[in-house]
T-cell receptor, first 115, second 112 residues
């Protein structure tokens, strides 16, 4: 595997379900990100992890819970979601550090539908 | 804080015609600028980036962009488009660190 991979690619869940999205990067990067992409809206940055520590949480509802067990893996745990949470969830990684320009590499995304 | 404006939500163009996708930004610090492309059902792929130096930046697939500091613009151009260029294009700005601010995207539709 190369680059950034995400599983599953598609997910349909009910509002009472619990599911997890997985992201893995094979680039040796030390920062990982979750974005939400909804139709007609800019990409919304949800969470940022740098060196496995959460450094940003952009007012995301608690029904989204991230986990970064190591620098190569990132999870997004989902529970009691709402229909408006249906979107494409993108994972990205970058080589973080002072003075870096933050070129981010993206995975293919998970298309989430909440019924 | 930074912001990005992509004025055109959709740009239709005929194959082999030139195209320009507009991007304006605002920032209180020096910026790094990016264009990403997203094909249907895929993630974002970097087309090109401006970090410093020459204001004309060349990227993949024949695209180029020009950084204009006085007009705070970073427009994307291609002299002759192909059907395969049909995709959504995102302009993004970074002031350094780990935050990228994206525009709302421009859907480029290339027609025969």
């Amino acid at each position: 595997e190369t680059g950034v991979t995400q599983t599953p690619r598609h997910l349909v869940m009910g509002m009472t379900n619990k599911k997890s999205l997985k992201c893995e990067q094979h680039l040796g990067h030390n920062a990982m990100y979750w974005y939400k992409q909804s139709a007609k809206k800019p990409l919304e940055l949800m969470f940022v992890y740098s060196l496995e520590e959460r450094v940003e949480n952009n007012s995301v509802p608690s029904r989204f819970s991230p986990e970064c067990p190591n620098s190569s893996h990132l999870f997004l745990h989902l529970h009691t979601l709402q229909p408006e949470d249906s979107a494409l969830y993108l994972c990205a990684s970058s080589q973080d550090g002072s003075g870096n320009y933050n070129e981010q590499f993206f995975g293919p995304g998970t298309r989430l539908t909440v019924l | 804080a930074q912001s990005v404006t992509q004025l055109d939500s959709q740009v239709p163009v005929f194959e082999e015609a030139p195209v320009e996708l507009r991007c304006n930004y605002s920032s209180s610090v020096s910026v790094y600028l990016f264009w990403y492309v997203q094909y249907p059902n895929q993630g974002l792929q970097l087309l090109l980036k401006y970090l410093s130096g020459s204001t004309l930046v060349k990227g993949i697939n024949g695209f180029e962009a020009e950084f204009n500091k006085s007009q705070t613009s970073f427009h994307l151009r291609k002299p002759s488009v192909h059907i395969s260029d049909t995709a959504e294009y995102f302009c993004a700005v970074s002031g350094g660190g780990n935050k990228l601010t994206f525009g709302t995207g421009t859907q480029l539709k290339v027609e025969l």
